[in-house]
């Protein structure tokens, strides 16, 4: 009589452990343990963490009707039951809402913010290196002796008309989308004159954005007309705050990256941000 089946002293070898799935932790993380055979025929363990995230996606009413609806067109042959979408070759025509268009009987909007300092920060005049809206060709100092027009800088610096260090150029931006990142500030403040610096406050696990933000100016003059045209400015669905950001409490001579400011980079030498611009001409 032949006797069927594994005894119970034979090798079991060729099993592998069952799979254990462990209880979620604080954070909601499972613990996956499970083996398995290689390509050499050895025995490997493999250890995953799964987390399940459920996210819930928020659809219109009307959509909802729209799935109801029969089939009709070139999906009034499809037969498989499949909820298609079909991509429209036609030529449509959209309005832009934020076009510069006055209709019969309304009002002209209000002028663009960035309307006159388009590209100020851009035009250098090579005569008299003036940061301003006038071309070298059109400079009003081009006809000035070299001399006359040294006298005259010097004397505006001695008026004080000179710009101020950067550290007192550096706004305070409040109420930042998370999703807004270094560039998109930059770009945005960057209308106004040149920008020196962008710091996005960040958490360290997420790397989202905390919701404020430091933006220094080469000159206090380009800060304070940033400062008057973003006041409330709509940005990325939020209004923007801005006020003069505070100096540190901590004496700047503790600090050798503050290189006798009353801002500190963060870092232990002085980096460019940290050095007063030269006098604007």
Known sequence: MAISGMRWGDEEDDLLPQRVESEPDSNGVRQIVEWKVNEAGDKVKVTKKV?????????SKRALER???AKFGDALDDGDGSNVTY????????????????LPGEKKEEENIFAGVKNSSIVVCRHCGMVGDHWTLKCPYKDTPKEELEQDMAKRAEAGETAAPAASATLRVTNVSPDTREDDLKELFRAFGPVSRVYLAKDRETFQSRGFAFVS???????E??????????YDHLILKLEWAKPSNKPA?????????????????ALPQNVAPPPRK
């Open 225 to 234: 007309k940033a400062l008057n045209k973003l006041q409330g400015y709509g």
């Open 253 to 269: 001579n503790d600090d050798a990256g503050s290189m006798g400011t009353t801002f500190r980079s963060g870092y232990g030498k």
């Open 217 to 223: 100016f080469m000159y206090r003059e380009d800060a």
């Open 67 to 69: 799935k109801k609806w």
């Open 51 to 59: 987390k399940k995230v459920t996210e819930v996606e928020r659809i």
């Open 87 to 102: 991509m429209s070759y036609e030529e449509v025509t959209l309005e832009d809402p934020n076009a510069d268009q006055v």
